[in-house]
């Protein structure tokens, strides 16, 4: 079951930073939304020096903050959430992607992986192996590279298969991935936003922009995080109409956000 995604000085940072589209936020900027869930200045200027040190972000040497680099692929990846299943192709039944962990890793860097490869979709078949259909639309070279960023171990083993039996491959396509779990987690997260949607006109700025930043972040951490599986596996709508209903309740927050912007004396637009 996809775990409810939890909101810390961390994910708003990050969430606020993807906001601006590559573009430098003050932090004043940014303890203020911080401020909006009951979070410390102090607390998030720790979060902030934290994400500094680790790479995640960057600075411009005048109190703002932008994406690195490297966490920059990461949120392409991430926006990629309204393209829906444009980010599919067709898939051959007996193509599969295989990735096979190396032996006796450091406990904290196997942890890692174990967080890194359900996250892209990938399930535990066996010891140490682990299995996606292949049916993503970027090449197998960039898949291993974003992989292997997001957290998969480097000599992890990254390729493609088909000689699989038929009998493993049905074993795998019924039992691995939980679809009526996925439908309903669909159908939840659109009576969320659904409701969410007819309300926020009616509540105060902040009130609106809290509101809309959690369910609009719970609902895309759910499209990033779906394994996107063939039609052949787990065919249903309700994934592209929670995409269509999510875009919708995206443009209606980046309004309250430039409301938001507006009414604060911390939001002056630099």
């Known amino acids: 079951m996809l775990k409810r995604r939890q909101i810390t000085p961390k994910t708003i940072i990050l969430d606020v930073l993807r906001l601006t589209r590559g573009g430098y936020c003050q932090a004043a900027k940014l303890i203020a939304v911080g401020e909006l869930f009951d979070f410390k200045a102090s607390t998030m200027r720790v979060a902030l020096t934290r994400l500094l040190t680790g790479g995640k972000v960057e600075a411009d ?9 490297n966490t920059d692929l990461v949120s392409d990846y991430i926006e990629q959430w309204k393209l829906g299943d444009l980010r599919r192709k067709e898939w051959q039944k ?3 992607l295989m990735v096979l ?3 006796n890793p450091d406990r904290a860097v196997r942890t890692l992986s174990h967080t890194t490869l359900p996250f892209f979709g990938f399930r535990k078949a066996q010891n140490k192996v682990w299995v996606r259909p292949n049916n993503l639309l970027p090449a197998l070279s960039e898949l291993r590279a974003l992989y292997q960023l997001v957290g998969l171990e480097p000599e992890a083993l990254v390729f493609k298969a088909a000689d699989i039996p038929n009998s493993e491959q049905f074993i795998w396509e019924s039992t691995l991935w939980n679809t ?3 439908q309903s987690m669909y159908e939840q997260q659109l009576s969320k936003l659904t409701k969410s949607k007819a309300r926020l006109d009616t509540l105060k700025v902040k009130d609106a922009l809290r509101e809309s930043f959690m369910i609009g972040g719970e609902t895309i951490n759910l ?7 063939p039609d052949e ?10 995409r269509h209903t999510m875009c919708d309740y995206d443009a209606c927050g980046q309004k309250i956000w430039a409301q938001f912007m507006g009414e604060s ?5 630099s």
Do not use: A, I
């Open 61 to 69: 040497g005048s109190s703002g903050y932008r994406m690195s680099s």
């Open 265 to 269: 004396s911390v939001f002056n637009v």
């Open 101 to 103: 962990l190396p032996s």
């Open 233 to 242: 596996m787990f065919c249903t709508p309700k994934r592209e109409e929670l």
């Open 94 to 96: 007996d193509d599969w």
């Open 180 to 182: 009526q779990e996925l």
């Open 223 to 229: 499209l990033v995080k779906d394994p996107l599986l």
